[in-house]
């Protein structure tokens, strides 16, 4: 069966603090990942694509990384921002059908 | 802004009521989705559009009835609905239905009492 589960549920650090978020895929075949971000009342914003052959990705103090061997993400936020509080949506795409696989999400929420 | 935008952004109804969400996109995307967001679960997909024509229907239950006039409109009209219902609706677009990213709206926050 086709899943994406993340870890952990729900994260709280504060603010200037790193920290990283893991996503495990058991879906096949794979065409590509991606991480979106979504904050309180808005809709999810795609923060990096990653294809299989793409080990690492940065979008500014984000770094996703990418293990197709033993289907593992991370997203690893740097220097953390209270406006990074949000949650973090792994989605794994299948690769034939083009279908769109949703974990659930991690929640940040950075403390001054 | 995302270029996609819906009205309204919440919403309270009966479970007798009927209401209407709309979802534009501003973007020239030919497909549109209806996603369904529950607390702590992963997001569902509802309907799929592509140039109008509904393309896939996840098994959703009739009283959700989907409606795309143009590529650039989508509404998700409600009827009958259940507690279990309240959630928050997302509406995206997408060049096509290919592996292309999806542009997301604010979404509608239901609440059925």
């Known amino acids: 069966k086709n899943q994406v589960e993340q870890s952990p549920q729900s994260l709280i650090i504060l603010e200037g603090k790193n920290c990283t978020l893991q996503?495990?895929?058991?879906?096949?075949?794979?065409?590509?990942l991606r991480w979106y971000k979504q904050d309180t009342g808005r809709g999810p914003v795609s923060l990096t694509i990653?294809?299989?052959?793409?080990n690492t990705k940065s979008n500014g103090r984000y770094t996703a990384t990418l293990d197709a061997d033993t289907k593992q993400s991370s997203l690893h936020i740097t220097a953390s921002q209270l406006s990074d509080s949000a949650s973090y949506i792994c989605?794994?795409?299948?690769?034939?059908?083009?279908?769109?696989?949703f974990g659930a999400g991690t929640r940040l929420a950075v403390h001054p | 802004e995302t270029g996609v935008t819906q009205t309204p952004r919440h919403l309270v109804m009966g479970m007798t009521n009927k209401k209407s969400l709309k979802c534009e996109q501003h973007?020239?995307?030919?497909?549109m989705y209806w996603y369904k967001q529950s607390a702590k679960k992963p997001l569902e997909l509802m309907f799929v559009?592509?140039?109008?024509?509904?393309?896939e229907n996840n098994s959703v239950p009739s009283r959700f009835s989907p409606e795309c006039p143009n590529s650039s409109h989508l509404f998700l009209h409600l009827h009958t609905l259940q507690p279990e219902d309240s959630a928050l609706y997302l509406c995206?677009?997408?060049?096509?239905?290919?592996?292309?990213?999806?542009?997301f709206g604010p979404g509608t926050r239901l609440l059925v009492l």
């Open positions: 995206a677009s997408s060049p096509g239905t290919g592996p292309e990213t999806q542009y």
């Open positions: 996503c495990n895929y058991t879906v096949s075949p794979f065409s590509n």
């Open positions: 990653m294809t299989f052959s793409e």
């Open positions: 989605v794994v795409i299948s690769g034939g059908y083009n279908k769109l696989i």
């Open positions: 973007l020239g995307h030919n497909a």
């Open positions: 559009y592509n140039f109008k024509e509904q393309t």
